[in-house]
């Protein structure tokens, strides 16, 4: 059970002296905010300055997908450990920690002479949103309760989709105004906001010593290898062929430390960052599968379009930013009306409907994009009704990874499904090699199109299989 290390401001008998700051709920929520934001519109912002990244550094399509996958590999590799390490040591702490290395990192990205050095700053962005990320919400739920706890995750929601909207269209408009390294740079005073904001509003709380669980560094250092070496197989194959030693090697290495990542969850049964029990979860284990497949065909997808478009169409980087505007739009205002008529007709039938029409969506890419398309025929078609098929899967995907496992185990369920979906970003990215290498992407466009639609619609036939409506599932 959470415990709140400060007491409110009426519990404290006047006239005694705090060294403490007093806590206030509009400065935890507006600090919260921010922060999590903040790490996760970072990529929309980059995926709009890579061709002026790639022009500065003289990479080729394997570097471009290292400055997104640099990010993404520790985000979804320490992201448990992340909330862990807030149960532990205390949220806030681990929170405003995370601030800094985040803030530190967007500096230091902004100044990169180098590509390595970018790479380097990239993960520590990425260590730094992995600690932010999965504390900010257990910090609202620590500082508010009842009502006014549904109106802040409510708040918290809704920024993130908002600066989700926006953050193409800034991102593009410092590219084109100023340049790439800008994109880093005006992150990291929100940042720094938060940071004092948090400092001042928000009070400290963690896990009892009865509930609190042994840190898993073992679990993390084992799935963060494991993906780095699987990462690198797959973003160099392409180049050097797949029966190379320098591709076998990192390969079959990756393999065998995602055996011994799940070797040593299932040795730490309960204890363990990712308890493989709630994979007993048939609804979960589909849910699961659902997640990954989704997010690998929209992670790929949203890095592609506003490279081809400024590259291959001409697009300023403002301009490719607004072109991406409709599909975080429509899933923000959406998704949470959605989610009531999801409750009425069913989670599975929603599970399945929503990644049909993502499906759709990419059929439509398919069919519609090519060397002589423009932006309204060509792209906002799929683009509209791939949002609308993310809008009505959403909220039902939260709230059925909630209700799929015991309530003791709905922290960690949301937190692997969370895991889930950055890695299979991460993997999309690493696929992406021959589509960004193409010298006209929109010829090849459509076989990523395909690939894209099959995946979607894996993850609904994941959904008719596995998920039922019901309020959990039993799991032992």
Not at 254 to 273: D, K, N, Q
Not at 400 to 411: I, K, L, P, T
Request: glycine content about 10%; some cysteine.
């Amino acid at each position: 059970m959470a415990t709140a290390l400060l007491p409110p401001c009426d519990e404290i008998p006047a006239g005694r002296k705090t060294s403490q700051p007093c806590p206030s709920q509009r400065g935890t929520l507006i600090a919260t905010v921010l922060g999590s934001s903040l790490a996760f519109v970072i990529g929309s912002i980059v995926n709009v300055a890579l061709p002026s990244m790639q022009a500065e550094f003289a990479t080729d399509a394997a570097g471009l997908q290292w400055i997104v996958n640099a990010y993404l590999l520790p985000l979804g590799a320490f992201v448990l450990v992340g909330g862990a390490l807030g149960d532990h040591y205390g949220r806030k702490r681990v929170f405003m920690i995370g601030l800094l290395l985040f803030t530190a990192g967007c500096l230091a990205c902004a100044a990169a002479p180098t590509l390595p050095i970018l790479l380097a700053t990239r993960f520590l962005q990425g260590i730094g949103a992995a600690l932010l990320a999965p504390n900010s919400l257990a910090i609202l739920a620590d500082s508010f309760s009842g009502e006014e706890q549904g109106k802040a995750i409510g708040t918290w929601a809704a920024a993130g989709a908002i600066a989700g909207a926006v953050a193409p269209l800034l991102g593009g408009l410092v590219v084109d105004y100023l340049d790439w390294r800008w994109a880093f740079a005006i992150v990291a005073p929100p940042a720094v906001m938060a940071w004092i904001i948090g400092r001042r509003a928000m009070a400290e709380s963690k896990e009892s010593d009865d509930d609190r669980k042994p840190l898993d560094f073992t679990g993390a250092g084992f799935a963060t290898l494991a993906l780095a070496g699987l990462v690198y197989a797959l973003i160099a194959a392409p180049e050097q062929g797949v029966a190379a030693p320098q591709i076998l090697i990192p390969g079959i290495g990756g393999i065998a430390l995602t055996a011994a990542f799940l070797w040593t969850e299932h040795s730490r049964a309960g204890e363990a960052m990712m308890p493989l029990v709630i994979f007993a979860s048939r609804t979960f284990t589909g849910i699961s599968l659902l997640t990954l497949a989704l997010y690998a065909a929209l992670g790929g997808m949203l890095v592609v379009l506003p490279f081809m478009l400024i590259r291959d169409f001409g697009y300023s980087a403002t301009m490719a930013g607004a072109a991406m505007m409709p599909f975080p739009l429509i899933m923000g205002v959406l998704s949470r009306s959605i989610g009531g008529v999801a409750s009425r007709i069913g989670t599975r039938i929603t599970l399945t409907a929503g990644p049909l029409m993502v499906a759709a969506g990419f059929v439509l890419f398919a069919l519609l994009v090519g060397p002589q398309m423009d932006y309204w025929t060509g792209i906002l078609p799929g683009l509209v009704v791939m949002a609308l098929g993310m809008a009505i899967s959403v909220a039902p995907l939260t709230t059925a990874v909630m209700n799929a496992v015991e309530a003791r185990y709905v922290g960690v369920a949301s937190g692997v499904n969370n895991a889930i979906s950055r890695v299979a970003g991460l993997v999309a990215t690493a696929l992406l090699g021959p589509v960004l290498a193409a010298q006209a992407i929109a010829d090849t466009l459509s076989i990523a199109a395909w690939a894209g639609a099959a995946l979607a619609i894996a993850g609904a036939a994941a959904a008719v299989l596995l998920i039922r409506d019901q309020p959990a599932d039993s799991v032992s």
